[in-house]
């Protein structure tokens, strides 16, 4: 039997409903249990591919090309389980797939409604394709009294009826503040969080109190009593310095065991957590420290390189070191010609990717500090390209190379695939089409040159990585641009498209067309990562 467990979150945003079920998963799975976690998110937006960085932070891609709410990101590398496009949904496609039902005549005639046309589509998402596991975790976004999530709450309360509270639990995610003038946590947010919940028909049947201090006893009591849950089922969401310490941290308050016991399940033996020990133990004792320097432009909103971020911090588990981010905004080396004074300190230097023109000859500055100056360097995805640009502009005789995507260029060694890959099996792309269509989504193969230092590091010349590009590097280009040294080291499996560029004499200089960071894991970093900070280790000791 699947047992559903639902996330919700009040009184404010932001209070890490993504990072509790996350280790809430972590948890089960410690305890053997096979967990599948799905995000049902309020906004009208089909998916987030659309919307800006500073209002949504970074777009999560899945294998199968979907792109998703950044806390599939923290599922993924808290589980381990590799998302799919049924596992984040919105308002805007739950309302598109209805309108299509009713466009093509499903509904005979009838008048569509909320209830029970939009319900029933939310319940259908929620359910499909979970038989295979023991447990289905749902997070709904937003906040309970949002107008927008309220198609999705009814939907919970409908199913619990249809499946039975034998097999559903509710957890809801509230706020304890101190206030420091009186000198206590304030449990009154947290009962008119939990009143708006019963409002629409919702029991909570545990609370998880986010507070940066312990919970009275009689504070616990207290929120019991009020809220109508046993005391035991309030559960103490305490800050911690890592996001990793949560399972470890949820667990000595007893949220998976008071989980386990509502489903009347064996909660006394203990779960094997000596993974996250291990992790924790290798952020909290590092043997040394590396500066790595992040030349990026959506930067006035960290969540927008969420899961690169994460990568770095991987990367450093790996190498048993502290990594520090020195996040630059790449305008910035446009502005004010500062590059030689901010990169100095630098034991590695990162171009992440991004869209648009603005900020890109700051990146491809960052690029050539990093090449001249032998200083390890990654690009990802639009840093690749900016990398092959500065290749073309400094080395291959070609001042004006640049990319279609800033505008006409006589040089366009970067482009869309239909201006110069019309033969590659890859190009599945329509001719027009709406903007969340236009783009390389997911995961694809990609063949590595035996030899090169990229096959070197992943240990193979075979991979399979993570998309998320309209542009491509145009290949037309390759053999002049590899006659300045860069080397073409991966290419798609028809040989037509650039996945991997690397110059061969340089310290470490790797730069990829994909996304390394989506696959990257605590307890699995990705081996790119690793060897990028392996490579500021060493330049660290060398300085």
């Given at each position: 039997m699947t047992r559903f467990v639902f996330i919700t979150g009040g009184v404010v945003s932001s209070l890490g409903k993504g990072i509790a079920s996350a280790a809430l998963a972590a948890l089960l799975q410690?305890?053997?249990?096979?967990?599948?976690?799905r995000k049902l998110d309020p906004y009208l937006n089909v998916d987030p591919g659309t919307m800006s960085p500073y209002q949504h932070g970074e777009v999560f891609i899945t294998d199968d090309g979907a792109e998703t709410d950044l806390d599939l990101g923290h599922y993924e590398r808290f589980t381990g389980v590799h998302a799919s496009r049924a596992d984040n949904t919105t308002t805007g496609r739950i309302y598109s797939d209805v309108i299509a039902r009713e466009r093509r005549g499903d509904y005979l005639g009838g008048t569509v409604q909320v209830i029970p046309h939009i319900t029933d589509a939310i319940k259908d998402v929620v359910v499909t394709g979970t038989d295979d596991y023991d447990f289905v975790l749902v997070e709904i976004g937003g906040t309970v009294g949002d107008i927008e999530s309220l198609p999705f709450l009814e939907a919970i309360r409908q199913l619990r009826n249809?499946?039975?509270?034998?097999?559903?639990?509710?957890?809801?995610?509230?706020?304890?503040p101190y206030i420091p003038a009186a000198g206590e946590l304030k449990t009154k947010p947290t009962q008119h969080s939990v009143k708006e919940l019963q409002n629409v028909g919702i029991q909570p049947q545990m609370l998880l109190c986010r507070?940066?201090?312990?919970?009275p006893e009689n504070e616990r009591r207290k929120i019991a009593n009020f809220?109508?849950?046993?005391?035991?089922?309030?559960?103490?969401?305490?800050?911690v310095d890592t996001i990793y310490a949560c399972p470890i941290s949820y667990h000595n308050e007893g949220m998976d065991q008071e989980v386990l016991r509502y489903f009347d399940l064996p909660y006394d033996s203990k779960p094997d957590l000596s993974r996250w020990e291990k992790i924790v133990h290798a952020i909290r004792e590092p043997e040394g420290e590396v500066r790595v320097a992040i030349v990026g432009k959506y930067t006035a909103l960290l969540d927008s390189y969420k899961s690169l971020a994460e990568a770095?911090?991987?990367?450093?588990?790996?190498?048993?070191?502290?990594?520090?981010?020195?996040?630059?905004?790449?305008?910035?080396?446009?502005k004010n010609g500062n590059i030689a004074e901010r990169l100095k300190d630098a034991d590695a230097i990162l171009v992440p990717g991004g869209f648009g023109e603005r900020g890109a000859e700051g990146k491809i500055q960052a690029v050539r500090y990093a090449r001249e100056n032998n200083i390890p360097f990654l690009g990802i995805c639009f840093g690749m390209q900016m990398a092959v640009v500065e290749?073309?502009?400094?080395?291959?005789?070609?001042?004006k190379a640049s990319s279609t995507e800033f505008g006409p260029t006589d040089e366009p060694v970067v482009g869309l695939m239909t201006e110069w890959a019309r033969g590659s099996e890859l190009l599945r792309r329509r001719e027009g089409g709406d903007l969340g269509g236009t783009m390389r989504l997911g995961a694809y193969p990609a063949k590595l040159v035996p030899g090169s230092r990229v096959a070197e590091i992943y240990g193979r010349t075979e991979i399979r990585e993570r998309h998320r590009h309209r542009w491509e590097v145009n290949a037309h280009y390759k053999d002049r641009l590899e006659k300045t040294g860069l080397r073409f080291s991966g290419l798609s499996p028809d040989g037509v498209l650039p996945e991997v560029v690397e110059y061969p004499d340089h310290a470490w200089f790797v730069a990829v067309q994909y996304h390394p960071e989506l696959l990257s894991k605590p307890?699995?970093?990705?081996?790119?990562?690793?060897?990028?900070?392996?490579a500021a280790v060493k330049e660290a000791h060398r300085k």
């Amino acid at each position: 039997m699947t047992r559903f467990v639902f996330i919700t979150g009040g009184v404010v945003s932001s209070l890490g409903k993504g990072i509790a079920s996350a280790a809430l998963a972590a948890l089960l799975q410690a305890r053997g249990y096979k967990v599948r976690m799905r995000k049902l998110d309020p906004y009208l937006n089909v998916d987030p591919g659309t919307m800006s960085p500073y209002q949504h932070g970074e777009v999560f891609i899945t294998d199968d090309g979907a792109e998703t709410d950044l806390d599939l990101g923290h599922y993924e590398r808290f589980t381990g389980v590799h998302a799919s496009r049924a596992d984040n949904t919105t308002t805007g496609r739950i309302y598109s797939d209805v309108i299509a039902r009713e466009r093509r005549g499903d509904y005979l005639g009838g008048t569509v409604q909320v209830i029970p046309h939009i319900t029933d589509a939310i319940k259908d998402v929620v359910v499909t394709g979970t038989d295979d596991y023991d447990f289905v975790l749902v997070e709904i976004g937003g906040t309970v009294g949002d107008i927008e999530s309220l198609p999705f709450l009814e939907a919970i309360r409908q199913l619990r009826n249809d499946l039975g509270h034998a097999q559903t639990m509710c957890v809801h995610l509230t706020l304890l503040p101190y206030i420091p003038a009186a000198g206590e946590l304030k449990t009154k947010p947290t009962q008119h969080s939990v009143k708006e919940l019963q409002n629409v028909g919702i029991q909570p049947q545990m609370l998880l109190c986010r507070s940066d201090r312990p919970i009275p006893e009689n504070e616990r009591r207290k929120i019991a009593n009020f809220c109508n849950v046993r005391s035991e089922a309030v559960i103490a969401a305490l800050d911690v310095d890592t996001i990793y310490a949560c399972p470890i941290s949820y667990h000595n308050e007893g949220m998976d065991q008071e989980v386990l016991r509502y489903f009347d399940l064996p909660y006394d033996s203990k779960p094997d957590l000596s993974r996250w020990e291990k992790i924790v133990h290798a952020i909290r004792e590092p043997e040394g420290e590396v500066r790595v320097a992040i030349v990026g432009k959506y930067t006035a909103l960290l969540d927008s390189y969420k899961s690169l971020a994460e990568a770095l911090l991987h990367g450093g588990i790996a190498n048993h070191v502290k990594v520090k981010l020195d996040w630059i905004e790449s305008e910035e080396f446009e502005k004010n010609g500062n590059i030689a004074e901010r990169l100095k300190d630098a034991d590695a230097i990162l171009v992440p990717g991004g869209f648009g023109e603005r900020g890109a000859e700051g990146k491809i500055q960052a690029v050539r500090y990093a090449r001249e100056n032998n200083i390890p360097f990654l690009g990802i995805c639009f840093g690749m390209q900016m990398a092959v640009v500065e290749c073309a502009r400094s080395l291959g005789g070609l001042p004006k190379a640049s990319s279609t995507e800033f505008g006409p260029t006589d040089e366009p060694v970067v482009g869309l695939m239909t201006e110069w890959a019309r033969g590659s099996e890859l190009l599945r792309r329509r001719e027009g089409g709406d903007l969340g269509g236009t783009m390389r989504l997911g995961a694809y193969p990609a063949k590595l040159v035996p030899g090169s230092r990229v096959a070197e590091i992943y240990g193979r010349t075979e991979i399979r990585e993570r998309h998320r590009h309209r542009w491509e590097v145009n290949a037309h280009y390759k053999d002049r641009l590899e006659k300045t040294g860069l080397r073409f080291s991966g290419l798609s499996p028809d040989g037509v498209l650039p996945e991997v560029v690397e110059y061969p004499d340089h310290a470490w200089f790797v730069a990829v067309q994909y996304h390394p960071e989506l696959l990257s894991k605590p307890f699995d970093p990705h081996p790119l990562f690793a060897g990028f900070i392996a490579a500021a280790v060493k330049e660290a000791h060398r300085k």
